[in-house]
């Protein structure tokens, strides 16, 4: 329990910004096409940025992803229809790759600064 614990303190600040962008979204209309941006374009390049973000800092987790498809679950359910579901797996998706990448780029890098010494 303890260990997963340590395993979540780092994700914190990342799944909050990721609740308030998210539940930014209800207060776009629907219908209009600053909603269609917002979720096509803006929420998977802010989970691919701090995915990449977190992967760098803490390498690979597995729940982090995860926990990005449940917090959007919430605003499916209440707000916007069953009918998005599909986002949140998207937005979970995104994020694990931007993980992947900062992982593979924290390595590099580590790498690079080894051989140097």
Wanted: net charge positive; with cysteine.
């Amino acid at each position: 329990m303890k260990k997963n614990l340590l395993l979540l303190l780092p994700a914190l600040p990342y799944l909050v910004m990721t609740a308030v962008i998210f539940f930014v979204v209800p207060m776009l209309e629907p219908d209009s096409k600053y909603f269609q941006f917002f979720m096509l374009l803006i929420i998977p390049g802010y989970c691919l940025i701090a995915g990449f973000l977190y992967g760098f800092k803490n390498g690979i987790v597995w729940f982090y992803p995860l926990f990005i498809s449940i917090i959007f679950l919430p605003l499916v359910a209440s707000i916007i229809g069953v009918k998005v579901v599909i986002y949140g797996c998207i937005y979970g998706s995104v994020s694990l790759v931007g993980m992947i990448l900062g992982n593979l780029f924290k390595k590099k890098k580590d790498d690079d600064f080894d051989a140097q010494e």
